[in-house]
């Protein structure tokens, strides 16, 4: 007594030309085991879901990470002289900084932009004195620039044109307090004595001791007047909307005499960090995936040896052992896409309301979190390579998985297939 499968399959053996009746016949033959198909998908679906919301959560981490490392000091993007990477010196300066600013202020995308120059100098106290990186900005522009302003915990930011804040740690080993007198002995550009009286109106405090024990940062104004140079800064820092919009901003100000270095640049161990925890994750992906193929493969392992009756009968009426073949292909296809889709709109479901929403971190983690300007919460961030990385390697991994034994299809000899089968 044949089934509806060989029914089926018979008619399309003496219907060649019906395109669509042996992928018809594939789904159908996938609900003959509704548990046994549901098993396969659920676990195509899970690896999907997982990739994607793991990857996702990763890239939001990973954003907020970069967003909170250059919301410091550095920026999204610095246009700066291009010798200053190899000699950052007084040197290497340009001229007209307002104008430049003022263009790159119109760009698109652009939330703040502010001129520095930097130098190295003596600071001096009574009679404590010790070398500190002196940094003339832009009051204004740098409270968008940057978290320092907001890390003042005594007095209050640059305010007037002989104004001053510097780190905890330099305040200490100075001994020195909000309202005294502050001497700055540096160089200028031509090899002069670069002398500036300031009074001290802030102490910051960042967590990060190398900047707390420091920095010093004066007024550009008064910088550009004390070590000679005139309307000249060393670098424009540059703030965006969106760090994903980075590289079209600087291809856009690819044709300037400048150069256009990205917080890639600025800050490389971010970026070796970053590459390698994506490799331990991807690392972990590949894994699951590899247990997600295996339970795969057994699943068609145990289809090929329950239906050798049915292929038998195929066989036996006229059916190619490829066209048997591409059956059992499209029936891996259908299974691959239907987890694929699940475990796309579970996936994409958890990361928009994780995106909205965040995980809360709590307790000590939080306090410190916070201390270092960063969220309590960590937010998920839609990540391309999750979209696409599970269903890519679900979609090669299962036909894949499917084809090996499969292949036992065509060593198949009708009359043994169907003796063996009854």
């Known amino acids: 007594m044949t089934t509806e499968t060989e029914r089926a399959a018979a008619h399309a053996v003496a219907e060649p030309r019906a395109p669509g009746l042996v992928p018809a016949i594939a789904w159908r033959n996938l609900w003959r085991n509704t548990r046994r198909t549901w098993l396969t998908v659920g676990g195509i679906a ?12 990763q890239n939001g981490m990973f954003k907020t990470m970069i967003d909170s490392g250059t919301h410091l000091l550095s920026g999204h993007v610095q246009i700066q002289h291009p010798n200053y990477e190899a000699d950052p010196s007084l040197q290497n300066t340009f001229a007209d900084g307002a104008a430049l600013e003022r263009r790159v202020a119109a760009m698109p995308h652009v ?3 502010g001129q520095r120059a930097n130098a190295h100098a003596l600071v001096s106290f009574g009679e404590r004195s010790y070398g500190a990186l002196v940094m003339g900005v832009e009051p204004a522009a740098e409270a968008q620039l940057s978290t320092l302003p907001s ?3 005594t007095g ?3 305010d007037g044109f002989r104004d ?6 330099l305040a200490r080993d100075l001994e020195i307090e909000v309202g005294d007198e502050l001497v700055v002995l540096g160089s200028t550009r031509d090899g002069t004595v670069a002398a500036l009286s300031v009074t001290l109106t802030g102490i910051f405090e960042t967590g990060i001791s190398d900047i707390d024990r420091s920095v010093v940062q004066i007024p550009l104004p008064a910088f550009q007047e004390a070590f000679g140079l005139g309307d000249e800064a060393q670098m424009l820092v540059v703030r965006l909307d969106d760090i994903d919009r980075i590289d079209d901003f600087i291809a ?6 400048l150069r256009w270095r990205s917080w890639r640049e600025l800050m490389p161990e971010v970026v070796q960090m970053i590459q390698l925890k994506s490799f331990s994750s991807a690392l972990l992906f590949m894994i699951l995936s590899l247990l997600v193929t295996f339970s795969a493969f057994n699943t068609f392992v145990m289809m090929v040896f329950e239906r050798r009756r049915e292929f038998g009968v195929l066989l036996a009426i006229g059916m190619k052992p490829g066209r048997i073949l591409q059956m059992v292909q499209i029936e891996a296809l259908c299974l691959t896409a239907l987890g694929v889709a699940i475990g796309l709109l579970l996936g994409a479901a958890i990361v928009l309301y994780v995106g909205h929403v965040g995980i809360p ?5 939080a306090q410190l979190l916070q201390s270092f300007h960063l969220p309590d919460r960590l937010y998920a961030a839609m990540s391309r390579d999750g979209l696409l990385l599970g269903p890519i390697l679900m979609f090669v991994a299962i036909p894949l ?6 292949m036992r299809i065509l060593k198949l000899h009708p009359v043994d297939a169907m003796r063996d089968g009854a």
């Open 111 to 113: 939330l703040a932009v």
């Open 252 to 257: 856009a100000g690819a044709g300037d005499r």
């Open 164 to 169: 001053a804040v510097i780190g905890a740690g």
């Open 156 to 158: 209050k930011y640059l």
């Open 151 to 153: 890390s003042v915990r």
């Open 361 to 365: 971190l709590g307790g000590a983690g």
């Open 401 to 406: 998985a499917a084809l090996i034994p499969s």
């Open 46 to 57: 899970f690896a999907v879901m997982l990739l994607l919301v793991v990857r996702s959560i």
